[in-house]
């Protein structure tokens, strides 16, 4: 029996280079915007799109932990601000936040990460743990990660611990039986590190270590995660 039974993944930039995915499903939110209110477009190419999202964050703090919310909410607003009636404001906001999120679910993966998935999850449990509004279901990743706990979700974000006691909980796993696998030295690595479960940060750019976050493993490419854990096993 291996001693690690449970390994959780990040999926922004761990699986998938989420700035490219981000982008398209900004340009296709846009394109459905210029359709449908043209007059709201000037508030996004001035800026004043990103003035109204900086006062949400201000005065809502708790929407940090659920960007679907504030991203749909900062186009309603913008909206209201063009004059537009609140009623047709909340409909063409939940269009255009559909079109994003359509948009937001194709992704490009990574080279090697659904062979790589496929074979992990022969042997262990795995889950998605995220911060950002991708759905595994609605990407098909659910045949290999069987549970997914998002800030959404959860109410709070990485490196909260209550996003990876959430996944503990779920499994029934002691921390150490558990390896928590992202590129985010801090959001991923000190915060898995910090309840006690084994880290692999992955690190496809060749970025330095910071402060004093120690990851259990590191990895340049997904192809090196079996190894990874093969030698977390082995310690
Ligand atoms: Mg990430």
Redesign the pocket.
């Known amino acids: 029996m291996p001693r690690i039974r449970v390994i959780t993944f990040?999926?922004?930039?761990?699986l998938w280079d989420?700035h490219q995915v981000i982008g398209n499903a900004e340009r296709a939110m846009r394109s459905y915007l210029r359709q449908h209110a043209p007059e709201v477009m000037g508030l996004f190419e001035r800026g004043e799109a990103a003035a109204i999202r900086d006062r949400l964050l201000r005065e809502r703090p708790e929407i940090t932990h659920n960007l679907s919310v504030l991203r749909e909410t900062v186009v309603f607003e913008a909206l209201l601000t063009t004059g537009m009636a609140e009623r047709r404001a909340v409909a063409v906001a939940s269009r255009a936040f559909q079109t994003f999120l359509d948009a937001r679910h194709d992704v490009i993966y990574f080279d090697h990460a659904l062979t790589t998935l496929e074979m992990l999850s022969g042997t262990y449990t795995m889950g998605a743990l995220?911060?950002?509004n991708a759905d595994t279901a609605t990407l098909g990743l659910d045949r290999y990660l069987t549970f997914s706990f998002s800030a959404e979700a959860v109410g709070a974000s990485k490196p909260a611990p209550a996003m990876f006691h959430a996944a503990l909980a779920h499994t029934a796993v002691q921390p150490h039986e558990a390896i928590h696998v992202?590129?985010?030295l801090v959001?991923?690595i000190a915060g898995a590190a910090g309840v006690g479960m084994h880290t692999i940060w992955?690190n496809m750019r060749g970025h330095e270590l910071e402060g004093d976050v120690k990851p259990s493993a590191e990895v340049a490419g997904l192809d090196e995660l079996m190894e990874a854990i093969r030698a977390i096993e082995g310690l």
């Open positions: 990040d999926l922004d930039n761990t989420v995220s911060n950002g992202g590129d985010h959001d991923d992955v």
